[in-house]
Every structure is written in C-alpha cells, then in structure tokens.
C-alpha cells in the first residue's frame, strides 16, 4: 500500500502513472484536490486520517516544502517507510532528526529527485 500526501503536478505526471502500471494498491490525501481521482483505492481530505486508517507500507510526501519535515516525522513515527520530494527538509538539523528517526525506527527515508540537474 503507498499513501501518497498531497496531489501535486510531479505525483499526476510522474508518479501515478508509473503506480498503476506496477498495480500497486494506491491511496491519496489531498487537502485541496476535491474532485475523484481516476484509478486509485480511496481518497482522503485530511493526511492524518489517511496515514491512521490505511496503514501504509510506504508514505510518498508531496507536499510544499515547509510541511516536509512536519509530515516525514509524522509518517516515520507511524512506522512507514517514507520518500519525501525535493528538498527533503529546510535544514540540516530537520534532516539529522529524520535520519536519526528513520534509523530508530528501521525505516526507508528517501529523498524524490525527478530531474537530472536539481
């Protein structure tokens, strides 16, 4: 199961296209995005519920990037392994806090780069 949080241009040109080809049970929390999402198993308003109530495997978080830090910790908390778009956090101290989690936790922390020369 991937959640995905957030329903920005890089996850409806990149990401989902490449999910469904894999048949992957996909679920999307949007807090913007109202209107039904062709070909994924459930829809959310609210990331909280979302991370609470499917029990993801993996959390994809493409959110702005000031809530990236919030939501990695949120996900990681909840024992999901987790990718997060670029810039993985605004500092370098957010970023020794996710490690530091991640490897408590024992879960996949991954930084999303999408094009060759960011």
């Not at 329903?7 to 929390?29: C, E, G, P, T």
């Not at 670029?86 to 408590?104: A, E, F, G, V, W």
């Given at each position: 199961?991937?959640?995905?949080?957030?329903?920005?241009?890089?996850?409806?040109?990149?990401?989902?296209?490449?999910?469904?080809?894999?048949?992957?049970?996909?679920?999307?929390?949007?807090?913007?995005?109202?209107?039904?999402?062709?070909?994924?198993?459930?829809?959310?308003?609210?990331?909280?519920?979302?991370?609470?109530?499917?029990?993801?495997?993996?959390?994809?978080?493409?959110?702005?990037?000031?809530?990236?830090?919030?939501?990695?910790k949120?996900?990681?908390?909840?024992?999901?392994?987790?990718?997060?778009?670029?810039?993985?956090?605004?500092?370098?101290?957010?970023?020794?806090?996710?490690?530091?989690?991640?490897?408590r936790?024992?879960?996949?922390?991954?930084?999303?780069?999408?094009?060759?020369?960011?």
């Amino acid at each position: 199961k991937i959640l995905i949080l957030g329903y920005s241009k890089i996850v409806r040109k990149r990401v989902l296209s490449v999910l469904k080809k894999k048949k992957l049970k996909i679920f999307i929390a949007s807090k913007t995005f109202k209107e039904k999402i062709p070909g994924i198993n459930k829809q959310y308003k609210s990331y909280e519920v979302a991370i609470k109530n499917c029990k993801p495997n993996l959390i994809y978080i493409s959110l702005p990037n000031s809530k990236h830090y919030f939501w990695a910790k949120k996900s990681l908390l909840a024992k999901c392994n987790t990718v997060v778009d670029k810039p993985i956090t605004c500092t370098k101290k957010q970023l020794d806090n996710l490690i530091n989690l991640s490897k408590r936790k024992k879960k996949l922390l991954a930084e999303a780069t999408y094009f060759n020369y960011h």
